[in-house]
């Protein structure tokens, strides 16, 4: 299958393109530029894959939560492609890519995502992931002040993202419950292909118009790039 896959909710800027068992990828991570970068990064993993965008089978893109001009910007650049190649999409939550990321760069399986929302807020979703790079969500991902956020239950889980460094109370609320932190963790696009795969696989590609953003906050302002 090949699959192209768009990540620019964070300050990283991402795309990853699999066919077959090859990786074509790039990514940046300077904020507020990835509308300038985003699409010369499409075009040029299409060309080391020797690839036209009609070839691929699916799209997938980062749908959030996160910036929300970075949302807003991997959904706009996805629905175009897709319209005007006629190919299906299928949209990846950012916390699954968080969760991943972590995975891939640690081993940890049981993943407690936590990302800085901002407004004394963070983006929290709980997930396991599975030998092939697949995130699978435990629960509904929610916008909640850090204090209401729920300790899970278990314990050997890792903490991934900004909010477990920008909101100490978490880590001591879960002490116990979550063995180690990864504050630094970011999702790149390819982050997203095992999940968009198994997605696309049962049935969860749709056309480009409902290739939808997810913010879980509908009216904050793109700050810092996050």
Known sequence: MKL??????TDACSVALQS???????????????????????????????????????LVFGCGPGSFTGVRIATAVT??????ADLPVVPVS???GHAVSCWRQ???????VAVDARMDECYWGLFCVDAG???????QERLTEPGAIPVPDGNAWTGAGSGWQEFPSLGQAMEGVVD????????????????????????????AHEALPVY??????WKGGR
């Not at 629905?79 to 005007?84: R, S």
């Not at 180690?180 to 749709?206: H, K, N």
């Not at 879980?216 to 302002?221: F, G, N, P, T």
Request: glycine share 12%.
């Open 79 to 84: 629905q175009g492609l897709a319209f005007g």
């Open 180 to 207: 180690r932190v990864e504050p630094a963790v970011l999702p790149l696009a390819r982050d997203l292909l095992a999940t968009g795969c198994r997605l696309f696989s049962d049935g969860g590609g749709v056309p």
């Open 20 to 58: 077959g068992g090859t990786l074509a990828e790039r990514s940046s991570s300077e904020p507020r530029v990835h509308a300038a970068l985003v699409l010369e990064m499409v075009y040029e993993c299409l060309r080391e894959s020797a690839l036209e965008l009609p070839d691929l089978d699916v």
């Open 94 to 96: 950012t916390l699954a």
């Open 216 to 221: 879980l906050r509908e009216s904050v302002a």
């Open 133 to 139: 790079g697949v995130a699978q969500g435990l629960g």
């Open 106 to 112: 640690t081993g940890a399986t049981r993943i407690a």
């Open 4 to 9: 192209l896959a768009i990540e620019t909710a």
